[in-house]
């Protein structure tokens, strides 16, 4: 995909700011200094790793999770598109132009990449998902 492209009619669309729920793709783990690190090998999310996730405090603050994207199912859905990137054009405008995309294993199916293009994955670290609404991290 280039900066900004739409994935074929049969490719699903990936949203990066999904629920933990089985099936969920581990996107992000945030470190103790409050980095996103995103994992590159294909983590599952099992009965199990939820079962044991119920013990960590503030779940969404220190993981993200993927999922398919839900469409008009979403409460970030509005007007025919994802609400969140919008949300965050006043943070990408006071990033560098330069800045390097963090690494990404799901920009090739992102909702918010296809919607967006790459300035939306200078922000992607910067957010959490917070009672199943979005907030800055």
């Known amino acids: 995909m ?11 669309l990936t949203c990066p ?32 790793f939820l079962e044991a996730l119920s013990a960590v405090p503030n779940v969404d603050g220190r993981f993200r999770f993927a999922s398919s994207c839900v469409g008009s199912a979403c409460a970030q859905w509005q007007d ?4 969140v990137p919008s949300k965050s054009a006043e943070v990408i405008a006071q990033l560098p132009s330069d800045a ?4 990404c294993s799901i920009r090739a199916s992102c909702r918010w990449f296809a919607q967006e293009g790459k300035t939306v994955c200078l922000t992607c670290p910067l957010i959490t998902r917070t009672d199943g609404a979005l907030s800055p991290a």
């Open 2 to 12: 280039t900066d900004r492209e739409e994935p074929s009619a049969e490719q699903q």
């Open 100 to 103: 390097d995309l963090p690494r």
């Open 80 to 83: 025919g598109r994802c609400s």
């Open 17 to 48: 700011s999904a629920p933990a729920e089985v099936g969920a793709r581990v996107l992000s783990v945030r470190s103790p200094e409050g980095v996103a690190e995103y994992l590159v090998t294909d983590l599952r999310v099992t009965p199990d």
